[in-house]
């Protein structure tokens, strides 16, 4: 077979480090000429890749299937594949015969699509559950006080409450998710200015104390760090984020617990925390909980149902959006938890 690796060009082209690369081989399925970073795919020194065959380098039955089809057709093959390990990625392979024989691979990292279009379907997936229930009770409730058949005023003004609850679970869900992609997608601003950890907190306390006091539940303010500190941080979407934080707080406490609110500051951060005895996360959960639609279980849920708040819909959205505007911060958010004794949640943003 000919050597196009002889050119300058397509040496370069085999030692290019990016999203592509490319690896030459010969009509029995062995590599020729293959760069570093496909080397590194392999997880093999470069210099032992030459006559070794595409399975025995990549172990990859997809790859070698592509390869195999344009060897015996003689025609371009396309297909796809999971390479590399501990983490795989994914590749779109184009097998493009040469006229000498043998042939080029061509393999493009196509991960971030993948991954892209999985949260896409999932996403659609989720928001059509998160709406069914909802539209099913409402329409159900609706019929039966359209047909007449109850006539009993009080029952028709409790259908009439159900309905209200109903739309407005469908109108939080909405709004979260229209303020969730704004978020993900950069068009929210920040307008960051320093703010005053210590009202902060104090203006959350007094926010939060109605529906605590609904709850039978005492909120209170942790002790403050002995060196005083200003946040970096927008007040508005920090005040949001925090007050998803302390609904949460209360929402899964039991009555006559407590929710604490607190913050501490270290060189170059400022943690706001708010921690609560109520019934905690499953130590299985809470690598996930602040993942999009991510619901813990039918306890939580059923402690949630509970509340007949304004705020007590939920779908699952609140905390990846306390997670999105932390990271907007240029900071993180996190938890700690014990299952049937309380959880803190925080978040922390940077220090002025």
């Known amino acids: 077979m000919s050597d196009p690796s002889a050119g300058a060009a397509f040496e370069a082209l085999l030692d290019h480090r990016g999203r592509d690369l490319l690896l030459l081989v010969d009509d029995n399925l062995r590599i020729v000429r293959a760069g ?123 259908f009439a409450s159900q309905i209200e609850r109903e739309t407005d679970r469908l109108a939080t869900l909405v709004d979260e998710l229209l303020d969730l992609g704004r978020i993900e997608s950069g068009e929210t601003r920040l307008a960051l200015e320093e703010v005053d950890p210590a009202a902060v907190v104090a203006t959350l306390v007094e926010r939060i104390r109605p529906m605590a006091d609904r709850r039978d539940i005492t909120v209170g303010m942790l002790p403050e760090p002995a060196t005083p500190a200003r946040a970096m941080a927008d007040a508005a979407r920090l005040e949001q984020a925090l007050l998803n934080l302390a609904h949460n707080a209360v929402k899964f406490s039991r009555p006559g617990g407590e929710v604490r609110i607190g913050w501490s500051v270290t060189d170059s951060r400022v943690r706001f925390s708010v921690a609560d005895d109520g019934i905690g996360v499953p130590l299985a959960h809470q690598a996930r909980i602040f993942e999009r639609f991510y619901k813990v279980d039918r306890s939580r849920a059923r402690a949630e149902a509970d509340d007949v708040g304004p705020d007590s819909p939920s779908a699952g959205l609140g905390l990846a959006i306390v997670r999105h505007i932390a990271e907007a911060h240029g900071g993180s958010a996190g938890a700690s938890s014990v299952e049937g004794v309380g959880s803190t949640f925080w978040i922390e943003v940077q220090r002025a």
Not at 102 to 111: E, F, N, T, W, Y
């Open 36 to 158: 570093t970073e496909a080397a590194e795919l392999t997880g093999r020194p470069r210099v032992t890749l030459p006559g070794m065959s595409l399975i025995a380098a990549f172990g990859s039955g997809p790859l070698d299937a592509v390869a195999r089809r344009c060897a015996s057709s003689r025609e371009p093959q396309t297909g796809e594949a999971e390479l590399g390990e501990p983490a795989p990625r994914t590749y779109v392979i184009d097998a493009i015969p040469l006229a000498g024989g043998g042939m080029v691979l061509a393999l493009r990292d196509v991960s971030a699509q993948r991954r892209a279009e999985r949260a896409r379907r999932d996403l659609l997936a989720n928001v059509s559950h998160e709406l069914r229930t909802p539209l099913t009770s409402v329409r159900l409730l609706a019929e039966s006080i359209a047909s007449g058949s109850i006539e009993d005023g009080p029952t028709v003004r409790d």
